[in-house]
């Protein structure tokens, strides 16, 4: 079993930042890589960045250049800086992983949410 503990959302007026943690916990031999995604009330889930195994990172235009996604190794653990928050990031936001939990393994596994609420 695999396990995405979230933490961190809540209200922010606009302008301000949150930072969001995920925590993956359980069977996990690799991680190829960690990501958010959100959803918006009566939108389709759409993606909001991730960092891929490498290093590498990649967001939504909507996003670059106010959200930083950042990854802790040692504790299988992926964060998301959001700063300069706008009212249209009023969301869920879902953590995202892709591991494997042996090798030659693919597991995509889903955080339960968080919600974020931009407001003033």
């Known amino acids: 079993q695999v396990q995405l503990v979230e933490s961190g959302g809540g209200l922010v007026q606009p302008g301000g930042s949150l930072r969001l943690s995920c925590a993956a916990s359980?069977?996990?031999?690799?991680?190829?890589?960690m990501g958010w995604y959100r959803q918006a009330p009566g939108k389709q889930r759409e993606f909001v960045g991730n960092i891929i195994s490498g290093g590498t990172t990649n967001y939504a235009d909507s996003v670059k250049g106010r959200f930083t996604i950042s990854r802790d190794n040692a504790k299988n653990t992926v964060y998301l800086q959001m700063n300069g928050l706008k009212i249209e990031d009023t969301a869920v936001y879902y953590c995202?992983?892709?591991?494997?939990?042996?090798?030659?393994?693919?597991?995509?596994?889903w955080g339960q949410g968080t919600q974020v609420t931009v407001s003033s």
């Open positions: 359980g069977s996990i031999f690799s991680i190829y890589a």
């Open positions: 995202n992983v892709l591991l494997a939990r042996y090798e030659g393994d693919r597991y995509d596994v």
